[in-house]
């Protein structure tokens, strides 16, 4: 009996992780957008897709393109968000400004952060309640802006609160009242919607965050992992079926995977659906 009690210790860890892989379908829809940049997925699996110069294309989960928004000033961006309800946000570092759109790409709310005592803005994100989160890298400092009244609600120097060599910070987002912020040298720091420090997740991850099912996802060297934010654990789900793949969106019933050159639309895999 213990020789078999043994045995399963030594296995299981090995058939848990086998039972992680995915079985892959052949893309049901292949885009092909010139000097495509980010991705973001709706609460639909509508896709919009963002180009180097700051286009935003909107295509439904078919790849069948919708509309286009080509804003007046062109500009790379740094943040584009359609996971809302309502609203796509979209930042770029270069032009230092924001914008808002409804569900069909018309412009809601348009402004300049620097009218609002932000100097140097490198990442920024929606929240709740007309609230936009920035990292003004000026003052090393994490702040949220009230859009509607154009007024800063709060400023949180991060230099001296935050355990990290570096404060290059990738990107910034709120989901479900906890803020994450991703510095890919040094790890994934979390705050709840009033700005305090909660912990550090220790993973490296320069790339566009995915959240689905209570776990962060991103691609390694063409493996799809994820982390826990119940457990912290971190899970192995196999090699992804499209070489070079540089980043990966998770929707309802569809994922996305895209290379430098294309976008490939999956069906969502039963076992990341199965995950608990």
């Known amino acids: 009996m213990r020789k078999l ?31 495509p940049d980010l991705i973001s997925l709706d609460s639909r699996d509508q896709i919009f897709v ?4 700051g286009d935003i294309f909107l295509f439904d989960q078919k790849g069948n393109q ?15 968000e359609a996971a809302w309800t309502v609203n796509i946000f979209s930042f770029s570092a270069d032009l230092q ?18 009218l609002n005592d932000i100097t140097l803005p490198k990442a920024a994100t929606l929240g709740n309640n007309n609230i936009i989160w920035i990292w003004d890298e000026s003052d090393l400092s ?14 949180q120097p991060l230099n001296l609160i935050l355990d990290s060599p570096t404060l290059n910070v990738r990107e910034i987002r ?12 040094s790890g994934i720091f979390i705050f709840d919607n009033q700005g305090n420090f909660i912990q550090k997740l220790t993973i490296q991850v320069d790339q566009k965050l995915t959240f689905y099912k209570e776990r962060i996802f991103w691609l390694e060297e063409d493996l799809l992992k994820s982390i826990s934010l119940r457990t912290l ?13 540089k980043s990966i969106q998770i929707g ?7 290379t430098d050159t294309a976008i490939q639309i999956f069906d969502l895999p039963q076992e990341l659906k199965n995950l608990k």
Not at 6 to 18: E, K, Q, R, S, Y
């Open 252 to 258: 309802q019933e569809i994922l996305v995977i895209q």
């Open 142 to 155: 994490l702040k949220s802006l009230n859009y509607l009244q154009k007024q800063i609600i709060q400023s």
């Open 5 to 35: 009690i043994w045995l399963v210790m030594i296995l299981l860890p090995g058939l848990l992780n086998a039972q992680e892989k995915i079985s892959w379908t052949t893309p049901t829809a292949i885009l092909t957008i010139s000097q």
């Open 174 to 185: 709120e989901i479900k009242n906890r803020l994450y912020l991703n510095i890919p040298d």
């Open 66 to 80: 919708l509309n286009l928004f080509s804003p007046p000033r062109q500009g790379k961006l740094q943040q584009l």
């Open 97 to 114: 400004e924001y914008r808002i759109l409804d569900r069909f790409l018309n412009p809601l709310a348009e402004n300049t952060f620097l």
């Open 50 to 53: 963002s180009s180097q110069t």
């Open 233 to 245: 654990e971190v899970s192995d789900h196999g090699v992804v079926p499209v070489a070079q793949a």
